[in-house]
């Protein structure tokens, strides 16, 4: 452990030095295994060894420099199919969420259109607006549909208040109406035949008139 993190302390011309001397060790070596191996004299075939030698050693760089390129292919070859596994990983993401998106878009629409149908169909119902704005804000309270919510028995409650205050407005200023008019009238100025006996309200003013006769 403590080799592999010691520094290289080395000059440059010293590096060289030992790489010159590792290659004449190898081709000592390949020197020692062609004399052995053909039985050669070192001296009296000196330049068949040296040949020998050189051929050898050019042999081995060629040997080399194919595994070298071998290697470099192999990586060469892995890194683009591991690149293009990861293209093919980004085009099924990008499609996914693509596909999403679209989904997304569709659902935001139908929900859209479904909203416009509803509001076409409360503006066409023989409603009170305020009895409209109720039926949007509990339909949104409760999640469901205005058809939904119109069935529903708090919209029919505030349905029936509403009608029932409008009744009693209307009988009250009817009320107050007949009131007015009668007070406008001078029944000291009027005979028995400026009535008409034939209608509710000719018979409730000839009812005053007299009570104003006897008074």
Do not use: H
């Amino acid at each position: 452990m403590a080799n592999s993190q010691k520094k290289d302390t080395q000059a440059p011309g010293e590096k060289e030095l030992g790489n010159a001397d590792s290659q004449e060790s190898k081709e000592d070596e390949i020197k020692t295994e062609i004399i052995e191996k053909f039985g050669l004299d070192e001296e009296e075939n000196a330049d068949l060894i040296e040949s020998l030698v050189q051929d050898k050693i050019e042999e081995r760089k060629q040997l080399s420099t194919a595994i070298k390129q071998k290697v470099a292919y192999r990586e060469k070859l892995k890194a683009q199919e591991s690149s293009g596994q990861e293209e093919e990983e980004q085009k099924k993401e990008k499609k996914s969420q693509t596909t999403t998106d679209e989904d997304g878009l569709l659902e935001k629409l139908k929900i859209t259109i479904k909203q416009e149908l509803e509001e076409r169909d409360l503006k066409s119902f023989d409603l009170e607006d305020e009895i409209k704005a109720e039926v949007r804000d509990y339909a949104k309270l409760k999640n469901i549909t205005y058809a939904e919510a119109l069935k529903s028995d708090y919209i029919q409650f505030r349905k029936q208040a509403l009608e029932t205050l409008k009744r009693e407005e209307k009988a009250s200023a009817s009320s107050k109406g007949k009131a007015f008019g009668m007070a406008q009238r001078d029944f000291s100025q009027m005979s028995p035949n400026d009535f008409d006996l034939t209608t509710k309200e000719g018979r409730e003013e000839f009812e005053e008139y007299k009570k104003f006769k006897k008074g």
